[in-house]
Nanobody, 121 residues
Framework: EVQLVESGGGLVQTGGSLRLSCAAS????????IGWFRQAPGKERKGVSY????????HYTDSAKGRFTISSDNAKNTVYLQMNSLKPEDTAVYYC??????????????WGQGTQVTVSS
């Protein structure tokens, strides 16, 4: 059974830091791209960052560049999102997404249940 379990969310003041974790099981970790998305109340879910597990290459959206760092511990099948200099606009539910590209047909996606991040002003 595929599982993605996020943790590490919470309440933090502006300027503070949090580290989110996404623990994966039930699939071959190294074959996937793992990404973090977030969804604020009343808004659509948007991408934040992703990492290609096989080669460690990363990508960040403009909102995350310079403040967030994505990393993976392949021995633990876990992806982290270190978030620094947090702002109230970072408040959202953060979701982990694992995507497998087979090269044929649509990619295979698995979502976690989300973890709430609240940044107080």
């Amino acid at each position: 059974e595929v599982q993605l379990v996020e943790s590490g969310g919470g309440l933090v003041q502006t300027g503070g830091s949090l580290r989110l974790s996404c623990a994966a099981s039930g699939f071959i970790f190294e074959d996937y791209v793992i990404g973090w998305f977030r969804q604020a109340p009343g808004k659509e879910r948007k991408g934040v960052s992703y990492i290609m597990i096989k080669d460690g290459s990363t990508h960040y959206t403009d909102s995350a560049k310079g403040r967030f760092t994505i990393s993976s511990d392949n021995a633990k099948n876990t992806v982290y999102l270190q978030m620094n200099s947090l702002k109230p606009e970072d408040t959202a539910v953060y979701y982990c997404l694992a995507t497998y590209y087979s090269g044929m047909g649509d990619p295979t996606d698995y979502w976690g249940q989300g973890t709430q991040v609240t940044v107080s002003s």
